[in-house]
């Protein structure tokens, strides 16, 4: 793995997979799948049932259809052969549309382009990467849906070997395991999963889970709106606003895309767009969202940067909100320590798998 601290270059690699699931009890979960650039690649997948609506994707593109098994093969052997992702039911043979339905209770997330616009990387994700999420709600039941959206992150760790592939050494992907309490048990498989190693990777997940930030607009310029927050939620009647807007008739659709941004650095987040050079991700300097991504870094609601006490990231980040004495020294230590967290991410976690679960 290249060094990040100046040159921030690719850390996550174009395994997407984003997996939508709607359970017996009433939830829905969509995640996003990838992996670190150097081990190998992977899909998307979505899932339902029980529900009265039922959730479509369309497009002929699965992201590293191939790979998928990889996640498969731990869903299959942790939870069950029944927990696996599958292709969707195709209403129609004609039109590339598929949907999770309680035959179909997990499976595979398309997309209908493949450039950067859409989040497909062809070396890989890195700091700076951007996508969008793009799903439809189909209501099997006339009436009022409002639904509450909820993303999460969990990583996973890939045991790997070398080939030599033409003359040229190639890591190949064996397995993968989720980064949580559990993956030390793997050590036989593993003999680098000391608890220590685990405990850093759990470290490294906590970072990549607060630097992907998610959104429900983003403009022609590029600027984000309608920032999820630190609950990263949101309701369908945040994207339908206007009056009735969450009422379907029978079989109707309507189209949901939420956007996601990995901050390529500190000063990405707080600068507005009189500061064009930093790339602001935000327009205004004072805003409902920027209020928000503020209270969003704080250590107490997420971890974004990497070797600093949570006195340290709150005096800091009190300095720069406020514009207080010390602003730049302020800055530059925040600025140095999320570059920290990025190459912490890169070092030791392989996939990200980013859930989004809804009820009912």
Aim: one cysteine or more; glycine letters at 8%; charged letters at 20%.
């Amino acid at each position: 793995m290249k060094k990040l601290m100046q040159s921030k270059k690719m850390l996550i690699s174009s395994i997407v997979s984003l997996c939508l699931s709607i359970f017996m009890l009433g939830t829905v979960s969509i995640a996003w799948f990838t992996m670190n650039r150097e081990v190998g690649t992977s899909g998307m997948s979505m899932a339902i049932s029980g529900m009265p609506f039922e959730i479509e994707v369309r497009g002929q593109y699965i992201e590293n259809e191939s790979d998928f098994g990889l996640v498969n093969d731990y869903i299959s052997g942790t939870y069950g052969s029944d927990a696996v992702y599958e292709n969707g039911e195709q209403p129609d043979e004609n039109y590339q549309y598929f949907r999770a339905t309680a035959l179909k209770d997990k499976i595979i997330w398309r997309k209908e382009t493949q450039d950067e616009a859409h989040g497909h990387y062809t070396d890989g994700l890195e700091p700076n990467s951007c996508g969008e999420l793009k799903f439809w709600v189909v209501a099997k039941q006339a009436g009022f849906h409002d639904s509450t959206f909820v993303f999460d992150i969990k990583g996973y760790h890939a045991v790997t070997h070398i080939e030599t592939q033409n003359g040229v050494s190639v890591e190949i992907v064996d397995d993968v395991y989720e980064i949580n309490d559990s993956l030390g048990n793997y050590v036989t498989e593993d003999p680098t999963l000391t608890s220590s190693m685990v405990q850093k990777k759990k470290e490294a997940l906590s970072y990549i889970q607060g630097h992907i930030l998610f959104f429900r607009n983003k403009d022609e310029n590029g600027y984000y709106s309608g920032f999820l927050g630190t609950d990263r939620s949101f309701k369908l009647s945040d994207v339908y606003t206007e009056e009735n807007g969450t009422y379907f008739t029978l079989g109707e659709k309507k189209l949901v895309t939420v956007y996601w941004k990995w901050a390529n650095t500190f000063e990405q987040m707080i600068y507005d767009s009189s500061y064009s050079s930093y790339s602001p991700i935000l327009r205004n300097a004072s805003s409902a969202d920027r209020t928000a991504l503020y209270s969003y870094m704080q250590p107490s609601n997420n971890s974004m940067f990497f070797g600093l006490t949570n006195s340290e990231i709150t005096s800091d980040l009190s300095i720069v909100q406020t514009n207080g004495e010390g602003f730049l020294a302020a800055v530059t230590q925040l600025s140095n320590a999320y570059n920290d967290a990025d190459q912490e991410i890169g070092d030791k976690v392989d996939y990200i798998i980013i859930e989004m679960t809804t009820d009912n």
